[in-house]
């Protein structure tokens, strides 16, 4: 974990010294290059692998951790291409200028670049396949190409003026994250998961270069086959992704992912040090009870991070400033308090996410296994699932049902912004057939990653930490879509052959531990210090005077019976109207300078 930053055209040095400042969390120091006065860029240095190189008229600054370097220096000896300083930076370059796409996706690792070609006058601005290393860039009315690893960094440069998207402030509300690629901001944007994204010197776009898609590869093994054969794979993604690292910490909740994460790495390493951290609101959170067993069982050195209502009072402009755009929902402030505890102990945290995109964990794929099921009720169930997962209104009446059925009749629906027609699009259910719960993973996962992996990412390097999971190893992703979805997804047991693998690495109690939403307490006292958070951020002048809104439709949000708490949705509409208030003060009014930065 690192950062990297600068602009293709003139800028002034007090303007790179102050997105230097604004990265300041990401590592240890900054460090200056000037190339030709076009070309100004810095690094933010970790232990882990931010650099500059130079060779033969290109220039490359780098954030990158790479995991099968060995490998790749093999593949450069092979090939005569040759690699001298021995560093990321140099092998990301010359696999991209030799190779070109097909030489990046030889990495197994996170990465993001900024390369200065002298010769053809163009500069490219890359990221990993799942986009595990940040990449934010604008267009300067000057004409400057500007770009940098977290966006606020970008409105220290006196050309940038922040203007928000309408459009993505209602999508916020409505799917509680924003599509790939997309920010709150109209004039800046992340460079997608897997892509390359090329502008001349003027600043002109010239295209946009894409990795190849993940493709499915069924083996059709027996169980007894796809057990093994999982169960190696992960031993491999562990070592890889862990394995080297001194001090590694384990963001270890009560769910079988993380406990997984947590198992292999005391199977390999009986004798590593391991950190674990569990948030929770308290010794009766289900989360923190399972944690703490696996702890004890495994003996690692358990820290438990109590995440009490009280924190919204003093750290939701904190969580918002290093988010940037809010993920809005309350395990991102657990989150950020996970790292706050962490960087005492290690330098990396792990976690078990993205094992659910791999195996049909979260129950939105139980709905579509549902769909392949009972084909009949496709509509129905696409009705709910859009209506769940992206808060548009049910159409069909069966839909209406299976709504007021799961919400009870408590659903509130997200507030509009204010002239703003926008709606998230539509989701189909594919045509049923072979691994059909398969084929939507396959074509999910990149995308669901990037998204999701926002709220670790930001939220650990708030502290300095590097984050990674086994379950982004490129070897481990492909292994995962050679088992037939029918072992993913076995009647009522989901993740059903990744738990049979783990068999001979995990405790046998733990196998089947319940899958409880990893989030804060919805007691009544949040509901009431919610209320109290909201009045300060959500009045009826601030409402109005900042226009997002309507406060008619805050107020319809806030209503609840007496001494009773908000629905789970109904509280994190709030929380995240609340967030969107938050990061207009700082991002729109003091253009991302914030009071945080160490």
């Known amino acids: 974990m690192g950062g990297i930053f600068g602009c293709l055209g003139p800028v002034k040095e007090n303007e790179c010294r102050k997105m230097a400042q604004r990265l300041a969390h990401r590592g240890k120091e900054a460090r200056f290059f000037n190339y030709n006065d076009l070309f100004n860029v810095g690094t933010i240095i970790s232990a882990s692998g931010t650099n500059a190189f130079e060779h033969n008229g290109f220039v490359i600054v780098s954030d990158s951790r790479i995991y099968n370097f060995p490998e790749i220096e093999e593949h450069f000896n092979?090939?005569?291409?040759?690699?001298?300083?021995?560093?990321?930076?140099?092998?990301?370059?010359?696999?991209?200028?030799?190779?070109?796409?097909?030489?990046?996706?030889?990495?197994?690792?996170?990465?993001?670049?900024?390369?200065?070609?002298?010769?053809?006058?163009?500069?490219?601005?890359?990221?990993?396949?799942?986009?595990?290393s940040p990449l934010y860039y604008t267009k300067l009315d000057s004409g400057a190409i500007a770009f940098a690893s977290e966006y606020k960094a970008l409105l220290a440069i006196n050309g940038a003026v922040p203007e928000a998207d309408p459009d993505m402030i209602q999508h916020l509300q409505f799917v509680k994250k924003l599509p790939v690629g997309k920010t709150l901001l109209k004039n800046i944007f992340s460079v997608p998961p897997g892509s390359v994204v090329r502008f001349d010197l003027y600043g002109?776009?010239?295209?946009?270069?894409?990795?190849?898609?993940?493709?499915?590869?069924?083996?059709?093994?027996?169980?007894?086959?796809?057990?093994?054969?999982?169960?190696?794979?992960?031993?491999?993604?562990?070592?890889?992704?862990?394995?080297?690292?001194?001090?590694?910490?384990?963001?270890?909740?009560?769910?079988?992912?993380?406990?997984?994460v947590v198992c292999g790495l005391r199977k390999l390493y009986p004798e590593k040090t391991i950190h674990t951290f569990t948030a929770g609101y308290g010794k009766d959170d289900p989360e923190m009870v399972t944690a703490g067993k696996v702890a004890q069982r495994i003996k690692t050195n358990h820290h438990e991070v109590i995440t009490s209502p009280d924190l919204l009072y003093s750290r939701l402009p904190e969580l918002v400033w290093h988010n940037e755009d809010p993920f809005a929902r309350s395990e991102s402030l657990q989150q950020l308090e996970i790292g706050r505890t962490a960087k005492d102990y290690v330098n990396v945290l792990v976690a078990g996410q993205g094992a659910d995109g791999l195996f049909g964990g979260m129950p939105k794929y139980k709905l579509l296994w549902y769909a392949r099921q009972y084909p009949l009720m496709k509509n129905a169930i696409e009705d709910f699932y859009n209506q769940s997962q992206l808060s548009l209104e049910s159409k069909c009446l069966m839909g209406k049902i299976l709504n007021v059925m799961y919400y009870k009749g408590k659903y509130k629906s997200p507030p509009p912004v204010v002239n703003c027609d926008y709606r998230p699009p539509e989701y189909k259910i594919p045509e049923i057939g072979e691994e059909f719960v398969n084929k939507v993973l396959v074509g999910g996962?990149?995308?669901?990653?990037?998204?999701?992996?926002?709220?670790?990412?930001?939220?650990?390097?708030?502290?300095?930490?590097?984050?990674?999971?086994?379950?982004?190893?490129?070897?481990?992703?492909?292994?995962?879509?050679?088992?037939?979805?029918?072992?993913?997804?076995?009647?009522?047991?989901?993740?059903?052959?990744?738990?049979?693998?783990?068999?001979?690495?995990?405790?046998?109690?733990?196998?089947?531990?319940?899958?409880?939403?990893?989030?804060?307490?919805?007691?009544?006292?949040?509901?009431?210090?919610?209320?109290?958070?909201?009045?300060?951020?959500?009045?009826?002048?601030?409402?109005?005077?900042?226009?997002?809104?309507?406060?008619?439709?805050?107020?319809?949000?806030?209503?609840?019976?007496?001494?009773?708490?908000?629905?789970?949705?109904?509280?994190?509409?709030?929380?995240?109207?609340?967030?969107?208030?938050?990061?207009?003060?700082?991002?729109?009014?003091?253009?991302?300078?914030?009071?945080?930065?160490?």
């Open 78 to 132: 092979k090939n005569k291409y040759g690699i001298t300083s021995g560093t990321e930076a140099e092998l990301i370059l010359k696999l991209y200028c030799y190779e070109g796409m097909e030489g990046l996706e030889r990495i197994n690792g996170d990465f993001s670049f900024a390369l200065w070609d002298e010769k053809q006058n163009l500069i490219s601005l890359g990221v990993d396949f799942l986009g595990c």
């Open 445 to 598: 996962f990149q995308g669901g990653v990037s998204q999701s992996l926002h709220k670790f990412e930001r939220n650990y390097a708030a502290s300095g930490l590097v984050f990674t999971s086994p379950f982004y190893d490129k070897n481990f992703i492909k292994a995962s879509f050679r088992i037939s979805d029918s072992l993913k997804i076995n009647h009522n047991s989901q993740k059903y052959i990744f738990r049979k693998a783990l068999r001979n690495c995990v405790p046998e109690e733990f196998l089947n531990v319940p899958k409880f939403p990893q989030r804060m307490n919805y007691d009544l006292t949040f509901s009431n210090v919610l209320d109290e958070v909201s009045a300060r951020y959500l009045s009826k002048q601030q409402v109005e005077e900042r226009g997002f809104f309507r406060y008619s439709d805050i107020e319809r949000l806030k209503l609840r019976k007496p001494n009773k708490p908000y629905p789970a949705e109904n509280a994190m509409r709030i929380w995240t109207c609340l967030l969107t208030e938050i990061w207009a003060i700082e991002f729109l009014d003091k253009k991302g300078e914030g009071v945080f930065n160490p």
């Open 204 to 260: 002109k776009s010239i295209d946009e270069l894409t990795m190849s898609k993940l493709t499915l590869h069924v083996d059709h093994l027996s169980e007894a086959e796809a057990e093994v054969f999982l169960l190696e794979n992960f031993y491999t993604a562990v070592r890889s992704r862990i394995g080297n690292w001194e001090k590694p910490g384990i963001a270890l909740s009560g769910g079988i992912d993380s406990i997984a």
